[in-house]
Structures are given as C-alpha cells and as structure tokens.
C-alpha cells in the first residue's frame, strides 16, 4: 500500500516507459510512410476508431470499477481480522480460568494456555498471509518488467523468510509439523484452537458459555479466511479482461491511421499563412497518438494490476503489516517484554507491505 499522497510523475514515467516508446515509435513509423512516402491509404475514417475508444472506455472502466470493489473488500476482510483477533485476545484473556474448575490448576499453567492460545492464532494469521502470497497463473505482478522492477525495490516478508521458520516461534514441534503436513495450514490451526478449548472445558477451566462463545469467534475467523481465499482464488473474469486488453491493444493499432490523416488535412489548410507551420504540422500527430494509445492502456494496465489485491504489489491490501501489528497488539496484552515482541515491518519506498 503507497503511504504518500500520490505517485510522482517520474514513477508513472518509469512504470510505463517500454509502452511510452512503443507508441511513439509505431506513430512515428506510420507518420513516415503517410508523409515521406505517400502511403496516404493509411486512412481510416476517424468515426469508427472513435467507436472502438468508446466501447473500449465503457469495458475498462467497468474493469477499474471490479478491481477496485475487489480491493475494498480485501481491506475490510482483513479490518474485520483485526478487530475479531483483539475480540479472541480479550475473550481468553477473560474466560480461561479456575472459577469453575473443580480442581485448580497454577496461574502459570493459566497463562502458558492463554499463551498458546493467542500465539496459535497469530499462527494462523502468519499461515493465512503466506496463503494469500501464494502466486497465480493470472496474476501479473511477477511478469511485466516494471512492475518486477518494484518487486525488486521493496522486500515483501512472505518472500525473505518461509513460512515453516515463522511458525517455529508460535507452535510446538508436534503442532507445527502436523500443520505442515496439511494443504490448507490456515484451516489446521484453527481446528487445533476448537480442540484445545475443548479440552479446557472438558477440565473446567472454561465455562460452556464461555466456550460456545469462543467457538463462534472461530467461526467468524472461519468466515474471514473463506472471504479473503476467495477473492485470491477466484480471479476477475478471464473473458472480460481478456476482451478489454484486446479491444484496448486494436483501439491503440487504429489511433495512427484515424489521427494522422486529421492532422494532415488540418496542416493543409494553415499552409496559406503559415507555410512552414502547416507542412510541418502533421509531426504533431506522433506525440498526440501516443498520448492517447498511453492513456487507454494505462487505464487497462492499472485494471489488470488491481485485480489481485494479496500478490505483492505496491498497491495491494498490506496484509503483511496488518498481522503484524495485531501480533503486537496481542503480545503486549499477555504483558511480554517489549524486547522479546517484534517490530512493524519498516515501509519501503513509502510502501506497507
């Protein structure tokens, strides 16, 4: 997620440069042999290209629309994460204890399963990230070269360290490798949370309201994960994408043949009063074209990038910093030393991952 107020110029330059030059250089190609060598059947009547642009205009618009409705849902999946995580905090904090117990057991063995309890959910959160990392077929952060480029400047978490490491520090030997052997990791923790509370209330260390109430905190992360696998899981349609980038690529062929012509008749009649002016004036047509083959495809291209709000891009739902700052959240509510809790991950480039 971009922190700051917008991106520069000089990012956007940068970001679509190779189409930038691509367009200029198709333009200036097609200018040449109408000018130069008099290919002036090179002319398409500008009525139907304008067509095409305003069929092109509706499809990637509603495409910019769904990308951005997906990204919104993201966000408020994972704000819904945050608040039931400090809801499942609050609740153990409060309901595991002896009140109820026929044979009390130690503070210090209250604690360790408050502790276990909160540390395997910050597993679970760990587990869901990795999961929601996991690259796509359709996904498109890992294949154009400039959005590689902003991979490459920003390190995110899920791609320095595994997930089998992190896990180490919130789960038992025993509970972390039956985790790993499972396809789903994120679902196995949570059935491992439901059968140690179970287990609690089988002792009486918690009460069976308290563990009907806990239960259904399980269910709502349940819930949680589901929404947030399937908008990972389940891309923006493939045949409209598919259509707006191909409608997109023939609006941008055409622009040329519609927009030198205009500008060679417009050259024509300043030729009169302003001779050097209007036999020159259809050279403008070069940098008009681009500009406009630019913007339609930017509009496509930032579609295609909004479309998967998890894969890693600089401006995709942080999720990584999300579970990080519930981790700290929930580790100083079980008063450990500030020493041993870790940091936020550092935003680079003024971008939260």
């Not at 789903?184 to 949370?193: E, G, I, R, S």
Request: hydrophobic share 40%.
């Amino acid at each position: 997620m971009l922190t700051k107020k917008r991106y520069s110029v000089k990012d956007m330059i940068l970001w679509t440069r190779g189409e930038t030059l691509i367009y200029l250089l198709y333009a200036g190609i097609i200018t040449v042999l109408y000018q130069v060598f008099g290919f002036t059947f090179l002319n398409v009547p500008w009525t139907p290209v304008a067509l095409i642009g305003t069929a092109v205009a509706f499809l990637v618009g509603f495409q910019n629309n769904s990308a951005y409705g997906r990204i919104w849902e993201a966000r408020m999946i994972w704000g819904a994460i945050v608040n039931t995580s400090r809801t499942w905090g609050m609740k153990i904090q409060d309901m595991v204890t002896n009140e109820y117990c026929d044979n009390p057991v130690s503070e210090d063995e209250l604690k360790q399963h408050k502790k276990s309890l909160v540390y395997r959910h910050i597993a679970w959160m760990t587990a869901l990230r990795y999961s929601m990392r996991t690259r796509k077929s359709w996904e498109t952060q890992h294949k154009a070269k400039t959005n590689q480029e902003w991979r490459d400047m920003i390190h995110i978490p899920e791609e320095v360290s595994t997930l089998d490491d992190n896990l180490l520090m919130y789960l038992s030997e025993e509970e972390r490798t039956y985790v790993l052997s499972k396809g789903n990791k994120q679902t196995a923790l949570l059935y491992l949370q439901s059968k140690h509370i179970r287990a609690l209330k089988e002792k009486g260390l918690i009460w069976e309201f308290a563990f009907l109430e806990l239960e259904n905190v399980l269910e709502s992360l349940f819930t949680h994960q589901g929404k947030s696998e399937r908008i990972k899981n389940f891309p923006y349609p493939r045949q409209y994408a598919s259509l707006g980038l191909y409608l997109t690529r023939v609006f941008t062929i055409l622009i040329p043949f519609g927009l030198i012509p205009e500008f060679a008749e417009i050259g024509e009649t300043m030729v009169g009063d302003f001779f050097l002016v209007g036999k020159y004036f259809i050279w403008i047509a070069v940098p008009f074209c681009a500009i406009v083959s630019w913007a339609f495809h930017t509009m496509e291209r930032l579609a295609r990038t909004g479309e998967n709000p998890f894969e890693g891009g600089p401006n995709d739902v942080p999720i990584s910093t999300i579970a990080r700052g519930i981790e700290i959240d929930l580790r100083q509510m079980l008063d450990e030393d500030e020493n041993s809790i870790p940091s936020q991950f550092p935003e680079e480039k003024n971008v939260q991952m």
